[in-house]
């Protein structure tokens, strides 16, 4: 089992940042990737960002690319998701999420399939 926990959430006027950030606790060795997708009110999961462990792969969805940031250590401490130029149009409930999957093509990644646990969100919020 594996247990996820957001933070950092929050209102902030368009052109502001955030930093959200998601703990992982429990059976933690399978964690090969997190990601963090959002999800806005009528629309579907959206992929925004993960981070391959092995070798601390990044990727990025086109809509978030040279705003957002997705670091961390390693699958036992935080990964975080630094938000700069926020924009209205960013404003959802923030997931992260974790795979047990392996993969060398960022593809895999943004297929919401590929998690296995997910954290119970956090709202963000932004105002023109």
């Known amino acids: 089992q594996v247990h996820l926990v957001e933070s950092g959430g929050g209102l902030v006027q368009a052109g502001g940042s955030l930093r959200l950030s998601c703990i992982a606790s429990?059976?933690?060795?399978?964690?090969?990737?997190m990601a963090w997708f959002r999800q806005a009110p009528g629309k579907e999961r959206e992929f925004v960002a993960a981070?391959?462990?092995?070798?601390?792969?990044?990727y990025y969805s086109d809509s978030v690319k040279g705003r957002f940031t997705i670091s961390g250590d390693n699958a036992e401490n935080p990964v975080y998701l630094q938000m700069k130029h926020l924009k209205p149009e960013d404003t959802a409930v923030y997931y992260c999420?974790?795979?047990?999957?392996?993969?060398?093509?960022?593809?895999?990644?943004?297929?919401?399939?590929?998690?296995?646990?997910w954290g119970q969100g956090t709202q963000v919020t932004v105002s023109s």
């Open positions: 981070i391959r462990w092995s070798g601390n792969i990044t």
């Open positions: 429990g059976s933690t060795f399978r964690n090969l990737a």
């Open positions: 999420a974790r795979s047990p999957f392996f993969s060398g093509s960022g593809s895999l990644y943004v297929n919401p399939a590929q998690y296995d646990y």
